[in-house]
């Protein structure tokens, strides 16, 4: 379980690290800028999620049939899930692009957030959309090797990929006439040199929105090289490309419910974003960065949930179920005790966290620091829940039973977070401290009803249990 989970916290600490990386450049540009992403996201997440939830299906039966030592079906389903999820990341891309301005349309922003930020948001989500198939290429790279067990090549293609958007992000955002990079690294004159060759002043928001698409290209084709020219995962041949029924009618019914779950996630959180964007931008900013710091506090838990998935979907391939359930347990008490821990760390160490990402001096800025202390302070408080919630959909999502892991996932946002977040918000006059409020209490109910449920042994069941081997 550790050799599986490591990489894959690795992995996602560096997913994290493009959007930190976004967030400390944009908040040297100005408080505005980090709003604007705060926006962009959630309506950027609802399409990603689209292809994501096949990428589950991916993963999970490319697990199951490796356990079941299937090793020319793993193969065939893994070039099944690329070209499907290739043609959905095209379709999804273009609809996004004509989409952006109709969607941020919808926000009720107040006048300074719709004069100021949601211009900024669109342009980023136009560059972004048009470069989504580079975005989905790994994502499918990296859920088949999971499944296959590999969880390391994925990390150190992701490595690749961070390193460059690192070293690009402040060039396209900045350009050479203000990039604060240079002075950074006491290198003015080279940067006066470069200013006076190309002219280039930058992109601002967009330019990470290119820095994002570029950098994950990069990632895209050393991970297709990796599943076709070498043996480090499913065994994948040109005629596994070719659509064949059988494999596509159990992606489909197993990346269905994912794909609902993770857009009903989306839909959950620009509902949040909704209500968040009538007030000020500084809520607007604290919210987004206080959401992109708990993910990357949340990288533990997330990284056992999928080393979950993976050997809960081999074991139960191999038909050992009883082993399958030893697994989930142990991994919910890790889980759960690293992020107790980690709760700890956050609380005590908020402040200057969340203050080394606005070092602006703005008022502005001291007053999304202080919102986004609070915020971080608050849900460090579910912390420790959420390492076992994310243990037990990983349990579920491996065995294939997507529709539980959907239907906690919809309990913990639709039934937790956002009518708690409306109530203590707008009915009870919380104002912001409601909404930080919400988004803890939504994640503690779901993890205890998804455990609950997980009791039951109902889950232990084989996608494929009843196909022979074809080795």
Same mark, same amino acid.
């Given at each position: ?22 967030? !400390?450049?944009? &908040? ?62 095209? !379709? ?47 994502? $499918? ?5 999971? &499944? ?189 005790? $690293? ?14 966290? $969340? ?17 986004? !202390? ?67 209490? &939504? ?29």
């Amino acid at each position: 379980m550790f050799a599986l989970a490591w990489p894959i916290i690795v992995t996602e600490l560096f997913q994290v690290a493009y959007n930190l990386a976004d967030t !400390v450049w944009l &908040g040297r540009l100005s408080t505005d800028a980090v709003a604007a992403i705060s926006l962009a996201f959630p309506l950027i997440f609802l399409f990603i999620s689209v292809g994501g939830g096949f990428t589950v299906a991916g993963s999970t039966l490319v697990a199951q049939y490796t356990g079941a030592k299937s090793e020319g079906s793993a193969g065939t389903v893994a070039g099944q899930t690329l070209t499907f999820i290739t043609l959905i990341a095209i !379709v999804v891309g273009f609809v996004g692009f004509l989409a952006t301005d109709a969607m941020l349309g919808v926000l009720p922003s107040s006048p300074a957030t719709a004069g100021q930020v949601i211009p900024l948001a669109g342009d980023y989500m136009r560059v972004f959309f048009l470069g989504l198939p580079f975005l989905f290429g790994f994502f $499918v790279f990296s859920a088949l090797m999971r &499944g296959y067990g590999n969880t390391r090549a994925p990390m150190v293609v992701m490595f690749i990929s961070v390193l460059i958007n690192v070293i690009i992000d402040p060039i396209f955002i900045f350009g050479f006439e203000s990039n604060p990079l240079f002075g950074m690294l006491g290198l003015e004159a080279l940067q006066a040199d470069l200013f006076a060759a190309t002219g280039f002043d930058g992109e601002g928001v967009a330019g990470a929105a290119y820095a994002t698409v570029l950098s994950r290209g990069v990632a895209t084709v050393i991970g297709i090289y990796i599943i076709f020219g070498t043996s480090a995962g499913p065994d994948v041949e040109f005629d596994d490309f070719r659509p064949q029924l059988r494999y596509i009618k159990k992606i489909v019914s197993i990346g269905v419910p994912s794909a609902v779950e993770q857009s009903a996630t989306a839909l959950g959180f620009i509902t949040l974003t909704a209500m968040v964007v009538t007030f000020k931008p500084e809520v607007v900013a604290a919210f987004g960065l206080g959401n992109r710091l708990t993910s990357l506090v949340f990288l533990p838990a997330l990284g056992l949930g999928r080393a979950t998935n993976t050997i809960v979907g081999q074991n139960l391939g191999a038909q050992k179920p009883d082993r399958a359930e030893s697994a989930v347990w142990l991994a919910a008490k890790v889980g759960s005790s $690293v992020m107790v821990v980690t709760g700890v760390l956050a609380f005590i160490f908020a402040e200057p966290v $969340v203050a080394f990402f606005l070092p602006t001096g703005t008022p502005s800025a001291a007053q999304t620091i202080d919102l986004g !202390v609070e915020y971080i302070r608050i849900r460090a408080f579910e912390f420790g829940f959420i390492g076992v919630l994310q243990v037990v959909l990983g349990a579920y999502r491996g065995a294939g039973n997507t529709k539980t892991a959907l239907g906690f996932s919809l309990f913990a946002l639709w039934l937790g977070r956002v009518p708690i977040v409306y109530l203590l918000s707008f009915q009870f006059g919380f104002a912001e401290t409601g909404i930080w409020l919400g988004m803890s209490v &939504g994640q503690i109910l779901g993890a205890i009803a998804a455990t609950a449920w997980f009791t039951r042994g109902t889950w232990k069941q084989s996608v494929i249990s009843s196909e022979p081997s074809t080795t």
